[in-house]
Protein backbone atom coordinates (compact mmCIF):
# COMPACT_ATOMS: atom_id res chain seq x y z
CA UNK A 1 0.00 0.00 0.00
CA UNK A 2 1.65 3.51 -1.13
CA UNK A 3 0.75 6.91 1.10
CA UNK A 4 -2.49 8.22 0.07
CA UNK A 5 -1.88 11.99 -1.32
CA UNK A 6 -3.89 14.90 -0.82
CA UNK A 7 -6.20 14.03 -3.81
CA UNK A 8 -7.20 10.30 -1.72
CA UNK A 9 -8.21 12.60 1.46
CA UNK A 10 -11.13 15.03 1.74
CA UNK A 11 -11.96 16.63 4.71
CA UNK A 12 -15.83 17.02 5.08
CA UNK A 13 -16.35 18.55 8.41
CA UNK A 14 -14.20 19.23 11.26
CA UNK A 15 -15.62 19.59 15.09
CA UNK A 16 -13.50 20.52 18.32
CA UNK A 17 -15.09 18.70 20.97
CA UNK A 18 -12.19 20.13 23.47
CA UNK A 19 -9.55 23.03 23.52
CA UNK A 20 -8.84 22.74 27.46
CA UNK A 21 -5.92 20.53 28.40
CA UNK A 22 -4.97 19.86 24.50
CA UNK A 23 -7.48 19.52 21.33
CA UNK A 24 -9.77 16.76 20.62
CA UNK A 25 -10.96 17.05 17.67
CA UNK A 26 -13.77 14.99 15.29
CA UNK A 27 -13.19 15.01 11.37
CA UNK A 28 -15.34 13.46 9.47
CA UNK A 29 -13.94 12.74 5.79
CA UNK A 30 -13.19 10.81 2.47
CA UNK A 31 -11.13 8.25 1.46
CA UNK A 32 -9.80 6.80 -1.71
CA UNK A 33 -9.69 2.88 -0.74
CA UNK A 34 -6.76 0.72 -2.86
CA UNK A 35 -9.84 0.04 -5.31
CA UNK A 36 -10.78 3.61 -6.30
CA UNK A 37 -14.13 3.53 -4.05
CA UNK A 38 -14.13 6.31 -1.75
CA UNK A 39 -15.87 5.84 1.92
CA UNK A 40 -16.55 8.07 4.53
CA UNK A 41 -15.11 7.81 7.78
CA UNK A 42 -15.01 9.82 10.79
CA UNK A 43 -12.12 10.01 13.58
CA UNK A 44 -11.09 11.47 17.26
CA UNK A 45 -7.68 12.98 16.69
CA UNK A 46 -5.97 14.42 20.29
CA UNK A 47 -3.82 16.90 19.51
CA UNK A 48 -0.91 17.21 22.21
CA UNK A 49 1.96 18.89 20.01
CA UNK A 50 5.15 16.97 19.08
CA UNK A 51 7.39 15.76 21.76
CA UNK A 52 11.11 14.15 22.40
CA UNK A 53 12.75 11.95 24.66
CA UNK A 54 15.75 10.78 25.85
CA UNK A 55 17.89 8.44 27.75
CA UNK A 56 20.85 9.32 29.23
CA UNK A 57 23.55 6.23 29.52
CA UNK A 58 26.83 6.25 31.46
CA UNK A 59 28.92 3.78 29.62
CA UNK A 60 31.75 3.33 32.38
CA UNK A 61 29.57 2.59 34.89
CA UNK A 62 26.55 1.10 32.50
CA UNK A 63 24.05 2.51 34.02
CA UNK A 64 20.80 5.04 32.78
CA UNK A 65 18.96 8.01 34.31
CA UNK A 66 15.26 7.71 34.34
CA UNK A 67 11.97 9.48 36.00
CA UNK A 68 9.23 8.01 38.13
CA UNK A 69 6.00 10.48 38.44
CA UNK A 70 2.57 9.67 38.66
CA UNK A 71 0.25 9.21 35.30
CA UNK A 72 -3.46 10.05 35.52
CA UNK A 73 -4.41 8.37 32.78
CA UNK A 74 -2.31 4.44 33.63
CA UNK A 75 -3.98 4.91 37.16
CA UNK A 76 -7.84 5.20 35.40
CA UNK A 77 -6.65 1.85 33.54
CA UNK A 78 -6.49 0.34 36.74
CA UNK A 79 -2.48 0.43 37.72
CA UNK A 80 -1.15 1.93 40.45
CA UNK A 81 0.00 5.35 38.21
CA UNK A 82 3.24 5.71 38.91
CA UNK A 83 5.61 4.93 36.15
CA UNK A 84 8.90 4.94 35.40
CA UNK A 85 9.88 6.46 31.85
CA UNK A 86 12.35 7.95 30.06
CA UNK A 87 12.82 11.47 30.77
CA UNK A 88 10.41 13.36 27.96
CA UNK A 89 8.53 16.58 27.16
CA UNK A 90 6.60 18.73 24.41
CA UNK A 91 8.09 20.87 22.06
CA UNK A 92 6.34 23.75 22.83
CA UNK A 93 7.79 25.88 19.73
CA UNK A 94 10.93 24.97 20.17
CA UNK A 95 13.50 22.66 18.22
CA UNK A 96 13.39 19.12 19.12
CA UNK A 97 17.44 19.27 20.43
CA UNK A 98 16.56 22.55 22.45
CA UNK A 99 13.36 21.11 23.69
CA UNK A 100 14.74 17.52 25.41
CA UNK A 101 18.24 19.28 26.54
CA UNK A 102 15.49 21.53 28.78
CA UNK A 103 13.69 19.12 29.54
CA UNK A 104 16.47 16.96 30.83
CA UNK A 105 17.59 19.61 32.88
CA UNK A 106 14.69 20.00 34.61
CA UNK A 107 13.34 16.69 35.33
CA UNK A 108 16.73 15.11 35.93
CA UNK A 109 19.01 18.04 36.89
CA UNK A 110 22.04 17.03 33.92
CA UNK A 111 22.82 19.10 31.52
CA UNK A 112 23.35 16.91 28.73
CA UNK A 113 25.67 18.89 25.47
CA UNK A 114 26.28 15.86 23.25
CA UNK A 115 22.62 14.81 22.44
CA UNK A 116 22.04 12.10 19.28
CA UNK A 117 18.66 11.81 17.98
CA UNK A 118 18.19 7.92 16.87
CA UNK A 119 14.97 8.06 15.36
CA UNK A 120 11.20 9.81 15.13
CA UNK A 121 8.29 7.59 16.08
CA UNK A 122 4.47 7.83 15.97
CA UNK A 123 3.27 5.96 19.85
CA UNK A 124 -0.15 6.07 18.90
CA UNK A 125 -1.02 6.79 15.70
CA UNK A 126 -4.64 5.83 15.95
CA UNK A 127 -5.73 8.61 17.81
CA UNK A 128 -3.00 10.93 19.02
CA UNK A 129 -1.07 12.99 16.40
CA UNK A 130 1.98 13.44 18.55
CA UNK A 131 5.39 12.27 17.07
CA UNK A 132 8.18 11.61 19.20
CA UNK A 133 11.82 12.32 18.75
CA UNK A 134 14.15 10.05 20.29
CA UNK A 135 17.62 10.35 22.09
CA UNK A 136 20.04 9.57 23.35
CA UNK A 137 23.20 10.92 25.37
CA UNK A 138 26.14 10.15 27.36
CA UNK A 139 26.98 11.46 30.66
CA UNK A 140 28.47 11.38 33.82
CA UNK A 141 28.39 12.92 37.61
CA UNK A 142 30.17 15.91 35.92
CA UNK A 143 26.73 16.72 34.14
CA UNK A 144 24.69 17.33 37.29
CA UNK A 145 23.56 20.89 37.55
CA UNK A 146 20.40 20.47 39.87
CA UNK A 147 18.23 17.86 42.11
CA UNK A 148 15.76 17.91 38.39
CA UNK A 149 12.72 16.95 39.68
CA UNK A 150 10.09 18.84 37.28
CA UNK A 151 8.67 22.05 37.38
CA UNK A 152 5.51 22.00 40.00
CA UNK A 153 3.97 24.95 38.08
CA UNK A 154 3.52 21.79 35.13
CA UNK A 155 1.69 19.59 38.07
CA UNK A 156 5.21 17.94 37.81
CA UNK A 157 6.10 15.90 41.14
CA UNK A 158 9.53 13.19 39.59
CA UNK A 159 12.04 11.03 41.31
CA UNK A 160 14.85 10.86 39.33
CA UNK A 161 16.44 7.05 39.25
CA UNK A 162 19.76 5.91 38.07
CA UNK A 163 19.66 2.16 37.14
CA UNK A 164 22.20 -0.31 35.99
CA UNK A 165 21.24 -1.14 32.72
CA UNK A 166 20.92 -4.43 33.11
CA UNK A 167 18.29 -3.76 36.11
CA UNK A 168 16.27 -1.37 34.03
CA UNK A 169 15.69 -4.07 31.25
CA UNK A 170 14.87 -6.78 34.23
CA UNK A 171 12.07 -4.26 35.02
CA UNK A 172 11.02 -4.51 31.60
CA UNK A 173 10.54 -8.15 31.92
CA UNK A 174 8.85 -7.87 35.52
CA UNK A 175 6.43 -5.35 34.26
CA UNK A 176 7.79 -2.40 36.39
CA UNK A 177 8.50 -0.53 33.54
CA UNK A 178 5.46 -0.57 31.13
CA UNK A 179 6.40 2.88 29.64
CA UNK A 180 6.44 2.01 25.44
CA UNK A 181 9.18 4.78 24.45
CA UNK A 182 11.03 3.98 27.64
CA UNK A 183 11.37 0.24 26.48
CA UNK A 184 12.06 1.21 22.67
CA UNK A 185 14.97 3.29 24.26
CA UNK A 186 16.37 0.45 26.71
CA UNK A 187 16.18 -1.85 23.60
CA UNK A 188 17.83 0.88 21.71
CA UNK A 189 20.76 0.86 24.12
CA UNK A 190 20.87 -3.15 24.27
CA UNK A 191 20.47 -3.74 20.31
CA UNK A 192 23.26 -0.89 19.36
CA UNK A 193 25.86 -2.40 22.45
CA UNK A 194 26.23 1.44 23.98
CA UNK A 195 26.12 -0.33 27.41
Known sequence: MTS????????????????DWYILKKTTFEYQRGDGTLQTLTRETYDRGNGA???PYDPARKTVLLTRQFRFPAYVNGHPGT???????LLDERDPVTAIRAEAEEELGYRLRDVHKIFEAFMSPGSVTEKLFFFVAE??????VGDGGGLVADGEDIDVL??????????????????GKTI????????????
Open 162 to 179: ELPIDQALHRVETGEIMD
Open 184 to 195: MLLQYVRLHHLL
Open 53 to 55: VIL
Open 139 to 144: YDHSAR
Open 83 to 89: LIEACAG
Open 4 to 19: PTHEQVRILKVETLSD
